[in-house]
């Protein structure tokens, strides 16, 4: 048991320090991403040519085509979120960009045309109360001109990650795990940096500094703790490694604390609790 959990808390903690760097570099939210893609996914492809695994092999087209609609979601969500970090707080940010497994049970619902359970509706609720409290009620109280924009993209980042988790659902059955990734990672990465040559967003001349927070961004929270995850839904049910991956915020907010020294008010800790419960509700209704 103690070799299955420490590398998954490690992770957690991997995971959680993503949203203290990404507030600590000094470069552009777009050019963070792709520099966090791009990184992980040249990682990945010189793993792959070293350990002379053909990751391309067998692979069919429609879940190549699948796997590349899953890179934009997954464009969409770093693209996202790591601006909302720019504009709104950590807590706000990483809360609210939890939520995705709850669209994912939402949106499934709705592909799938399947009944909608009690335990779902009432999730989504709590979730939604906890929500307004965390954007609206504190957007109010807080003197950052752009932190309700901030808030509401953290939510289209949770949106993102949702299209690359169903997206995921559907390749996955057929693709292992290392193959998948190198796909999306990389159509991702190409993705990001295309837009940020066509927006002539910053990509060089930084410190050394940034370049350091830059490679520590796509190492730890992205290889290190998203790769040991994935691990994890070998021995663990997706409901519960999706559950633990809600002590996200909770150890990011701590970090922002003594970090940052960015104190939550009293509406972004009862919104934050009601969203991390709504969420967890949402998860396990799918179990």
């Known amino acids: 048991m103690l070799k299955l959990y420490s590398p998954i808390i490690l ?12 507030k600590w570099c000094d470069a552009p939210p777009l050019t963070i991403a792709a520099y966090r893609i791009l990184i992980a996914s040249m990682v990945l492809v010189f793993w792959n040519l070293i350990t002379g695994n053909k990751f391309w092999k067998g692979v069919a087209a429609k879940d190549l085509l699948i796997s590349m609609l899953s890179g934009v979601f997954l464009a969409i969500h770093f693209g996202a979120w790591i601006t909302s970090l720019k504009m709104t707080s950590v807590t706000n940010s990483t809360v609210l960009v939890a939520t995705s497994p709850f669209w994912v049970a939402l949106a499934s619902r709705f592909i799938f045309k399947k009944e909608i359970k009690n335990m779902l509706i009432f999730a989504f609720l709590i979730a939604f109360v906890g929500i307004l409290c965390m954007t609206f009620i504190n957007s109010a109280e807080s003197s950052a001109p752009n932190s309700s924009f901030g808030d509401f993209l953290a939510l289209v980042g949770a949106w993102g990650a949702g299209g690359y988790i169903i997206c995921g659902r559907f390749v996955r059955k057929r ?59 070998k ?12 002590g996200e915020p909770v ?10 020294h960015e104190s939550p008010g009293f509406a972004q800790i009862i919104g934050g609790i009601l969203v991390v419960v709504g969420v967890a509700g949402a998860i396990w209704s799918e179990k």
């Open 251 to 260: 150890f990011a907010s701590i970090l922002a604390f003594f970090v940052l």
């Open 175 to 233: 693709v292992e795990t290392l193959s998948y990734i190198t796909f999306v990672y990389s159509f991702c990465g190409i993705l990001l940096l295309s837009v940020v040559i066509f927006l002539d967003e910053q990509f060089r001349g930084f410190s050394n500094e940034t370049y350091a927070l830059l490679l520590l961004i796509a190492l730890i929270p992205q290889l290190i703790g998203h790769s040991t995850f994935n691990w994890a839904l």
């Open 235 to 246: 021995y663990l049910s997706a409901p519960l490694v999706s559950t633990l991956l809600l």
């Open 11 to 22: 992770a957690l903690l991997a995971v959680s320090s993503a949203a203290v760097m990404i």
